[in-house]
């Protein structure tokens, strides 16, 4: 990867303004960072990618270019010198996507553009209605500026999740990493994903199946990562357990997955950074891909970034959410403990709920059923123990009451410990 290139236009006027004129055009858009050549390893280069018909548009930005005038994202005041410090192996830290970007986050709220250059830690973001570049200088984005010689420490995955954040992550899952996306920008370093223990030995700590890839975000407060190695799994953000959901099919040989965007029709569009003819759809139950047809020049990208959140089905609140509204029967009139769960078992106690017969439904991440158990209720306060089978796999799992007319009137996530 080389550490400068020539200057190039920042945006090409006509198709830049065109392309960013509708709001109800972006949900169509994804943005890509790729080569000026088809395939030659420097990720400075900004593209749109029409997900309607395949077509990718000119170069939008060359975020190599020393020309940039970047700005301060707090004072808004140009910023003419970096501190060499937070940049690794020689690159100069005042170009916007100098030594290569692999994560892209896309923020419809702020018609921004987030990102960070792979061995420069630091947060920064495009505005997409003056195409001005914005670096957080206030604070680092990891705080580990001497980047691992296997990578581990780089941050390569980043997406804008259902609750308005941006989160990204590290190659090696050690560092979950959220920050605000308003006006006063904060960055909090959320720890280590942890291996839910169903995941039969592939962790997302592996180098060899588990670096590199994307993330993606649903509209239930979950996030997708996909590897690299083309292996997906599913993380809670409020848990930060990673369960393993298997292995994508159907791709070529030598086709790495290191960009992936959710279409406004719900379907998860990946592209590669190594071999590629084409582009693939890949089915989320079934984890297959399936060819998606790039009109023209096939760019090679490190990563993909939409404004669409992969639609769960449940209605789009996520259990934070549910548990988080002000109301009585959330706050007060059900609970759950222990949680952790211990022993295979645990108690819900209901307090002052109409007499009734309710349902209580506990699930896995995938939305498999473990098991659903009736309750009658009678009094004013009452328990109800649930206990899972033995060989119930430890993880997180969903559990939810539905009342008497079937409607979900409580949900939370439990951990069986």
Known sequence: MRKSLPFVSLFTGTLFISALASGQQSARIA????????????????????????????????????????????TKKPIEVLD??????????????????????LDKKN????????????????DLKTMKVYYVTDQTLTGITQKSSDQGNIVTRMVIASDGKGYAMTNDATHLLQFSTGKNISITDLGTIVDDPANKGISIHNSCSSFGGDIIADDDGNLFVFSARNHVFKINTETKVATHLGSISGLPGGFTVNGAA???????????????TTYFYVDMKSLAATPYAIQGTVWHSSDLASSNLLKSGKGGATVTDVIGRNTPLANDHISIYP?????????????????GNY????????????????????????????RLNAATSRGVYL?????????????TKVILQ
């Open 399 to 411: 559990v939810k009451v539905m009342d008497q007319s079937s409607k979900s009137i409580y949900s």
């Open 359 to 386: 349902t209580i439904i506990v699930t896995d991440v995938m939305g498999r059923q473990i098991i659903q158990q009736q309750v009658s209720l009678s009094g004013d306060n009452q328990t109800q123990l649930i």
């Open 84 to 105: 060499p410090k937070i940049a690794d192996r020689g690159y100069n830290p005042l170009p916007a996507f100098n030594s290569g970007v692999a994560a892209l986050a």
């Open 31 to 74: 943005w890509a960072t790729t080569d000026v050549q088809q395939q030659n390893g420097n990720w400075v280069y900004l593209r749109q990618l029409n997900m309607d018909n395949g077509q990718f548009s000119d170069i939008l930005l060359n975020g190599a270019a020393d020309k940039q005038t970047p700005y301060d994202a707090a």
């Open 339 to 355: 949680n952790p769960v211990t022993n295979n078992q645990f108690a819900v106690q209901f307090n002052q709920l109409e007499a």
């Open 262 to 276: 959710v279409t406004p029709d719900n379907k998860v569009i990946v592209a590669s950074a190594m071999e590629a």
């Open 111 to 126: 018609n921004r553009l987030w990102f960070t250059p792979m061995f420069i830690d630091q947060l920064r973001y495009i």
